[in-house]
């Protein structure tokens, strides 16, 4: 029978449901997890590999992970595993995410601490003082509460915070309004209409390139503002934030996430510990999941999880993987690729503005199998190119949440192409739509709003609009040419009255920031758009047909 590896303390409940069900268990708790060197020399041992945030499942570790069949993490997020490396290798990483509710009240108790000067007051005690002239806070009551990220634990703390009689206003470019009024929250269109009414701000968002909160946003904040980040590092400039404490216009901080964890005097972000040394800041060890109840609930179902893909195959909560049977992934493998692959470039192109509707057209072969799975596979990874944590499992149910109308046709008359799938998408600011079929078993598109062409989808890619003029490609070239980048192919359509081209450029290697600015420059010249796309191989596809 398979070993399975435990280690960070998972809750004992998950070693119990492995062994019940006839795996060779071996449990660490977190001071006596191996370290990295020691778990790359038995990591060979195990099929399955079980853990929290604390330890790193790097691509050095999986290297030598010769037998792992699937990692599980007994928790939502999954920085501290190599998912990329591990999809490479064709080992399937699961999640359970049971978190939400222990995550938001924690930010509410942060929240509340802050409002009070609890901690501060509990420390004077302890010392001898009594310092309740110095101690006055502020109420909850009829203040406002601005979320960035409407997600599963923002929107579980606007409930709570609603029921304290705040006002809520929400930042998350990728929801509907409608999906916000169902929960009594308000969504502002831009970052300041938050900022300048909020009383405490929480954050709740994925980590983006850039800082959510940063010195331009802390100088549009409302005087007195509290601030609480319970999410993750990486969404505040720390010095930014530091600089606004001591300006008074950050009136209070609570953080439960840091850059380096865990944070060690001398060994972190200097600025984390500056402020984690001021009065005015409230520090929790990365608490947000740490209640007992959570972590029963996340060893249960992470354990059902993986006894479940080891006996029979079956997939769930899974984050590199569509959720299908062996004999499943074998009829729609190829499909789920091509649907995939749309997706996510359908996603990189389409007009900016609120996603609204994804329509998805199925004609020939693809019409004939179950398409739930090549539909969330599409959608999943549209989501996924707009910054979203989807995966085949959720991305229906993110989109619904979102009120983002699904809609599936089967077109029966598709004559030139043996499967087909078209996908179109509708935001508040326009509509885009791209088909694509397989050729030799590769997924190729063969039109953007209905300019015919056939480019294959792979690798690191270039889509431009242009005028249709002599010249245009050469303008295009030869930018990409002169930055180093080497041209492998380059692919062309036209629009029926012959005045628009769009084009494909397949490249060698990444095009940077300073390229697509000149290339941008461009337009005067005539180009009028151009995505920088990265088209990767999204899902290990292994003996598909299509």
């Not at 435990?6 to 809750?11: A, F, P, R």
């Not at 499942?57 to 999954?78: F, H, Q, W």
């Not at 899974?318 to 499943?328: D, G, K």
């Amino acid at each position: 029978m398979d070993k399975v590896l435990i280690l960070d303390s998972v809750d004992e409940k998950a070693a119990e449901i492995l062994s019940n069900a006839g795996f060779h268990v071996d449990a660490f708790d977190t001071k006596n997890t191996p370290p990295p060197e020691k778990l790359k020399t038995i990591i060979s041992e195990y099929a399955a590999v079980i853990v929290r945030s604390n330890t790193k499942i790097t691509p050095d570790i999986l290297n030598a992970a010769t037998n792992l069949k699937v990692i599980g993490r007994a928790g939502s997020g999954v920085d501290n595993i190599a998912v990329p490396s591990a999809t490479a290798k064709g080992i399937l990483v699961m999640n359970a995410d049971g978190n939400t509710i222990s995550a938001a009240e924690h930010a509410l108790a942060m929240m509340m601490a802050l409002s009070r000067n609890i901690t501060v007051a509990d420390v004077s005690m302890k010392e001898g003082r009594w310092d309740k002239k110095h101690l006055t806070g502020v109420e909850v009551n009829n203040k406002t509460l601005g979320i960035f990220g409407l997600g599963r634990v923002g929107k579980a703390l606007a409930e709570r915070a609603i029921g304290l009689n705040m006002t809520v206003l929400a930042y998350d470019p990728f929801l509907s309004k409608e999906a916000a009024e169902k929960v009594g929250v308000t969504l502002v269109d831009n970052k300041e209409d938050l900022l300048k009414k909020a009383d405490f701000i929480s954050l709740h968002t994925v980590k983006l390139d850039e800082y959510i909160l940063g010195s331009k946003e802390f100088s549009q904040c409302k005087k007195g503002v509290r601030i609480i980040n319970c999410a993750r590092d990486g969404l505040m400039d720390s010095e930014a934030l530091l600089e606004a404490v001591e300006k008074g216009i950050v009136a209070g901080v609570a953080l439960d996430v840091f850059e380096n964890e865990p944070l060690e005097k001398g060994k972190g972000n200097p600025f984390e510990e500056k402020l984690v040394g001021l009065q005015c800041v409230i520090a929790t060890p990365h608490l947000g999941a740490s209640t007992s109840d959570a972590q029963v609930r996340v060893a249960e179902m992470i354990a059902t999880q993986v006894r479940n893909y080891l006996t029979d195959g079956t997939i769930a909560g899974a984050v590199n993987a569509p959720s299908l049977t062996a004999e499943e992934r074998s009829k729609l493998g190829a499909h789920l690729m091509l649907a995939s692959q749309l997706g996510s470039f359908v996603g990189q192109i389409m007009p900016e503005g609120r996603l609204q509707k994804i329509d998805i057209d199925y004609a020939g072969g693809v019409a004939e199998v179950n398409r739930k799975p090549v539909t969330s596979a599409a959608v999943e990874w549209l989501l996924r190119s707009q910054n979203i944590q989807a995966n085949q499992i959720n991305a229906l149910a993110i989109a619904k949440d979102r009120s983002i109308a699904i809609e599936e046709t089967v077109v029966s008359d598709e004559k030139n192409y043996q499967t087909l799938i078209r996908i179109r998408v509708e935001t508040d600011k326009g509509t885009t739509q791209v088909a694509g079929t397989l050729i030799n078993k590769e997924p190729s598109i063969v039109s953007v709003d209905d300019i015919q062409l056939e480019a294959k989808i792979a690798g690191h890619m270039l889509f431009a609009r242009n005028n249709n003029k002599p010249g245009m490609i050469g303008i295009i070239s030869t930018i990409l040419g002169v930055s180093g980048l080497n041209i492998k192919n380059i692919q062309m359509g036209e629009t029926p009255d012959k005045t628009e081209n769009i084009s494909f450029f397949a490249v060698d290697r990444e095009i940077t920031q300073p390229v697509l600015a000149e290339l941008i420059e461009a337009k005067q010249d005539g180009v009028k758009e151009v995505r920088v796309l990265n088209m990767s191989p999204l899902i290990p596809v292994r003996d598909c047909q299509p």
